[in-house]
């Protein structure tokens, strides 16, 4: 089945810097690539998403990248602030058949430092 | 804006009882799904559900799970006789359609401590 790694585990920056959260896939048969942004016990909750008839897609500061060939995609986040301090995930879905299922990576906990 | 709601938030219950966890889908999605959270772990998917019947379920879903939708609103997963490990916070969530590339919205979770 479908495995997703997630890196880095963790991730401190400065408010204002860049933030980057990668992840790779291992079916080539995945085709939609969701981030969702978990704050301490709350629900996740997507911030942005990719198909993969799309390479890039960008929402204010946030950004989503993927690497169909090398199966792979990022999260890319710009201006931090701390806000932005929560675990994400990445998760990646087959789409076909029924398979609809997400499997998530490991998680990313970001700490944006005023 | 719609969510998905989920009761109760926390559950406490002795190894070895059954529980239910209750969830409603936003109202006009027809898929739903069932993850758990091991404490500081990723999100595992359980169970998918569609037409009255499950679409897939991982290895984690076994005999001791069962999912229903007894009405036109709620999702309900039970576990038949609750161990140690089945301790985690358990999300639902639904989508508006099955394909791969429909967002999935999830409730709060149900937090489940098993004694």
């Not at chain 1, 942004?37 to 993969?52: A, T, V, W, Y």
């Not at chain 1, 390479?55 to 993927?66: F, N, S």
């Not at chain 1, 201006?79 to 990445?90: H, L």
């Amino acid at each position: 089945g479908e495995n997703v790694e997630q890196h880095p585990s963790t991730l401190s920056v400065q408010e204002g810097d860049s933030a980057v959260i990668k992840c790779t896939y291992s079916d080539s048969a995945s085709n939609y690539f969701p981030w969702y942004k978990q704050e301490l016990g709350k629900r996740p909750q997507l911030i942005i998403d990719i198909r993969s008839n799309v390479g890039e897609k960008k929402d204010q500061r946030i950004a989503v990248t993927l690497n169909k060939t090398a199966k792979h995609f990022s999260l890319h986040i710009t201006e931090t602030q701390p806000e932005d301090s929560a675990v994400y995930f990445c998760a990646a879905s087959l789409g076909g058949g029924s398979n609809y299922k997400l499997t998530f990576g490991k998680g990313t906990l970001l700490t944006v430092n005023p | 804006e719609p969510e998905v709601t989920q009761t109760p938030s926390h559950q406490v219950t002795q190894m070895g009882q059954e529980v239910i966890l209750r969830c409603v889908p936003i109202s006009n999605h027809l898929y739903f799904y069932w993850y758990r959270q091991i404490l500081g772990q990723k999100v595992e998917f359980l169970v998918s559900f569609y037409n009255n019947e499950i679409s897939e379920k991982s290895e984690i879903f076994d005999d001791q799970f069962s999912v229903e939708r007894p009405d036109g609103s709620n999702f309900t997963l039970k576990i038949r006789s609750t161990k140690l490990e089945d301790s985690a916070m358990y999300f639902c969530a639904s989508s508006r359609q099955g394909r791969g590339t429909d967002t999935q919205y999830f409730g709060p979770g149900t937090r489940l401590t098993v004694l």
